[in-house]
């Protein structure tokens, strides 16, 4: 008999839980900016002197700045195609640095 309780009340405590409520909260994500986004990626080109997939995301994150700030947009665009063709090494971390330059992140 006392086994029958035992189950009942394992099988309460199963269903209902121990009555603690749940609560639900609604997290949202850290939003970043266009200019954020660029700095980062250029800033690991500056490290490394590394052109990678990266400056294709750079460039969409410059067709974004152009809704806030075009002129720097524009002058970074060409600035980005010039890093792109130029490839690895000295030469491209010290365009990537020029670039930082003109979004105020110096370099």
Do not use: N, Y
Request: glycine fraction near 12%.
């Amino acid at each position: 008999m006392w086994k029958l309780k035992l189950l009942l009340l394992a099988l309460l405590v199963g269903t209902f839980g121990c009555g603690a409520e749940v609560r639900e909260e609604s997290v949202t994500p850290p939003s970043v900016t266009p200019k954020e986004a660029i700095k980062s990626a250029l800033d690991q080109v500056v490290q490394t002197g590394q052109v990678g997939s990266e400056i294709g995301a750079v460039m969409q994150q410059i067709e974004a700045l152009k809704a806030t700030d075009a002129a720097t947009a524009t002058a970074l665009e060409t600035d980005a195609r010039a890093l792109m063709s130029m490839g690895s090494g000295d030469a491209a971390k010290a365009k990537a640095k020029e670039m930082l330059g003109k979004l105020g992140g110096g370099g």
